[in-house]
């Protein structure tokens, strides 16, 4: 059997070269999502993920997460949790439980509490300032709050053929408290089926929701698409039908890999993932939409890893 693991953004590298660690050496799939995730919750400079994540419009950091087991469809997930360092960790554990694996606001918070998560104050000094100069330039140019997208949504698969997908999130920029996104949702954010495939979005998710994209991507691999033509027929179609009778699109991309391994992505606009499967080490590829329902994937340049690493580290005053 082999294994593999894809995952959006370039802020999920580092985690998917230690989820491939452990998938090559037997590990489980759940695990290696789960590594993935922390990894990218842990790392301050990712300011839409974990601790440094920015705010909602209030200051407060709210965030979404949730865990898939492929195998047996078991499902956790949090919404507006807060002060948990490991959101996708709390998803996980819920997805245990067959009542009450859903939780949001302080529900959420109080099982982290309840069941020794680590808890932790998630709004550091450099999101704090990032918000507070958004306040004020929100006030003059009265600005809409939603500004780039970056969840980081997995799929793994493991060498005895299971799967697993997961999600975690701050959610949009200066959201509105109480507002959830596509991310903790099944079929939105996220789906698997071990004998499938999975499929884990990023982006507009009031717009993701309205597709269900990720259940949309699993469906048409189960009928025998390959995942890079099951994610161009799910998702090009859907942004055009939504232009039409919605009279707009949000920016969105999804990733997906089936269970032999192969992978496929599509988006509306240019967008970084990391994938590895058992014949080729993970790399950072970048998407973009191509011609005709297609998306034209290309390696990743040192000049643009170069310009991004500078962006996340530059000083905020
Ligand atoms: N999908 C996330 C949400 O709507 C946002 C994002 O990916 O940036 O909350």
Same mark, same amino acid.
């Given at each position: 059997?082999?294994?593999?693991?894809?995952?959006?953004?370039?802020?999920?590298?580092?985690?998917?070269?230690?989820? &491939?660690?452990?998938?090559?050496?037997?590990?489980?799939?759940?695990?290696? +999502?789960?590594?993935? *995730?922390?990894?990218?919750?842990?790392?301050?400079?990712?300011?839409?993920?974990?601790?440094?994540?920015?705010?909602?419009?209030?200051?407060?950091?709210?965030?979404?997460?949730?865990?898939?087991?492929?195998?047996?469809?078991?499902?956790?997930?949090?919404?507006?949790?807060?002060?948990?360092?490991?959101?996708?960790?709390?998803?996980?554990?819920?997805?245990?439980?067959? @009542?009450?694996? @859903?939780?949001?606001?302080?529900?959420?918070? &109080?099982?982290?509490?309840?069941?020794?998560?680590?808890? +932790?104050?998630?709004?550091?000094?450099?999101?704090?300032?990032?918000?507070? %100069?958004?306040?004020?330039? =929100?006030?003059?140019?009265?600005?809409?709050?939603? #500004?780039?997208?970056?969840?980081?949504?997995?799929?793994?698969?493991?060498? &005895?053929?299971?799967?697993?997908?997961?999600?975690?999130?701050?959610?949009? @920029? =200066?959201?509105?408290?109480?507002?959830?996104?596509?991310?903790?949702?099944?079929?939105?954010?996220?789906?698997? #089926?071990?004998?499938?495939?999975?499929?884990?979005?990023?982006?507009?998710?009031?717009?993701?929701?309205?597709? /269900?994209?990720?259940?949309?991507?699993?469906?048409? =691999?189960?009928?025998?698409?390959?995942?890079?033509?099951? /994610?161009?027929?799910?998702?090009?179609?859907? *942004?055009?039908?939504?232009?039409?009778?919605?009279?707009?699109?949000?920016?969105?991309?999804?990733?997906?890999?089936?269970? %032999?391994?192969?992978?496929?992505?599509?988006?509306?606009?240019?967008?970084?993932?990391?994938?590895?499967?058992?014949?080729?080490?993970?790399?950072?590829?970048?998407?973009?939409?191509?011609?005709?329902?297609?998306?034209?994937?290309?390696?990743?340049? &040192?000049?643009?890893?170069?310009?991004?690493?500078?962006?996340?580290?530059?000083?905020?005053?």
């Amino acid at each position: 059997m082999t294994y593999g693991t894809i995952a959006t953004w370039r802020m999920a590298h580092e985690g998917v070269i230690k989820a &491939q660690d452990i998938l090559k050496k037997q590990g489980k799939a759940g695990d290696a +999502v789960e590594t993935l *995730i922390n990894t990218v919750e842990a790392y301050p400079y990712y300011k839409s993920v974990g601790y440094g994540g920015l705010p909602n419009e209030q200051g407060i950091v709210e965030m979404d997460a949730a865990y898939m087991d492929g195998d047996s469809f078991a499902i956790g997930a949090v919404a507006g949790i807060q002060n948990v360092k490991h959101a996708v960790s709390v998803a996980r554990s819920l997805s245990d439980e067959h @009542f009450n694996s @859903f939780r949001v606001g302080t529900g959420a918070t &109080q099982y982290a509490m309840q069941n020794n998560f680590e808890i +932790v104050n998630m709004l550091t000094p450099r999101a704090k300032k990032i918000w507070l %100069n958004r306040l004020a330039e =929100m006030r003059e140019k009265n600005l809409n709050p939603y #500004d780039g997208h970056d969840t980081v949504g997995a799929i793994t698969l493991d060498k &005895q053929g299971s799967m697993a997908a997961a999600t975690s999130t701050s959610g949009l @920029f =200066m959201k509105k408290a109480g507002r959830i996104g596509d991310s903790p949702l099944s079929g939105s954010g996220f789906y698997v #089926d071990s004998e499938i495939g999975g499929a884990a979005a990023t982006g507009l998710g009031e717009d993701i929701m309205k597709g /269900c994209l990720s259940y949309e991507i699993v469906r048409l =691999m189960g009928e025998g698409k390959s995942p890079q033509q099951a /994610c161009d027929q799910a998702v090009y179609p859907f *942004i055009e039908k939504l232009k039409k009778r919605y009279g707009k699109a949000g920016e969105f991309s999804l990733v997906a890999m089936n269970h %032999n391994g192969e992978w496929g992505v599509a988006t509306n606009v240019e967008f970084t993932f990391s994938v590895g499967n058992e014949t080729k080490a993970p790399r950072i590829l970048m998407a973009n939409p191509g011609p005709d329902h297609t998306t034209s994937i290309a390696p990743i340049t &040192q000049e643009w890893l170069d310009a991004y690493e500078k962006r996340i580290k530059t000083p905020i005053n």
